[in-house]
């Protein structure tokens, strides 16, 4: 992939999938200064979606339609044996810094969503699906495009994998 090459996150493709969205406009015309065909979304990001199409009440189906369809308009990049190790290593690095352990030695926390700020005992707010979609954008050095505040998982990836390539949009 190309330095300036982008992966959407979910956050972002779901409002510049979907032309009923009141930031859409202003989305669209973000990403077309960027040039569409450098733009890229992560199949896992497509799974998110379409759980939102299927669990929305009185969406008109039309609207569903048009969202499926905009889905396809830019690349779509799988997850593959590659995503899988920097997923790994990138999950083991956040549970190592806010994993709590048992007596003896073992994890107290299976899931990312589990996982609490050791000083304030907040939720860190790490989703699974947000591993896996930053894993791919540094699988191939995208520049990877959210409005979601990820600085736990964005300083993880740069500490394990030199990865500095996240801009947060405001919207």
């Known amino acids: 992939m190309a330095a300036d ?6 956050s972002i493709a ?19 200064a960027l040039g569409d065909d450098s733009i890229s979304i992560c199949s896992v990001s497509l799974g998110e979606v379409e759980y939102g199409l299927q669990v929305s009440p009185g969406i008109d189906p039309a609207r569903h339609r ?18 899988g190790k920097l997923y790994g290593e990138l ?6 810094r806010y994993g709590t352990r048992d007596g003896h030695g073992r994890l107290k926390e299976k899931r990312p969503e589990d996982l609490l ?7 860190l707010g790490i989703q699974e699906n947000d591993l ?5 954008a540094v699988q191939y050095n995208l520049r990877f495009i959210t409005r979601d505040k990820m ?3 964005l300083t993880a990836a740069k500490d394990v994998h030199a990865y500095d390539r996240a801009w947060i949009w405001s919207l």
């Open 5 to 10: 090459a982008y992966l959407l996150d979910t």
């Open 14 to 32: 779901s409002i510049a999938f979907d032309a009923a969205n009141q930031s859409h406009a202003e989305v669209r015309t973000r990403l077309a």
């Open 66 to 83: 048009t969202v499926r369809n905009n889905l396809l308009q830019y690349q779509i990049l799988d997850v593959d044996q590659h995503t």
């Open 91 to 96: 999950r083991g690095e956040l549970f190592r």
């Open 117 to 123: 700020d050791r000083t304030t005992s907040r939720e």
């Open 132 to 136: 896996w979609i930053i894993s791919v």
């Open 151 to 153: 600085e736990r998982i």
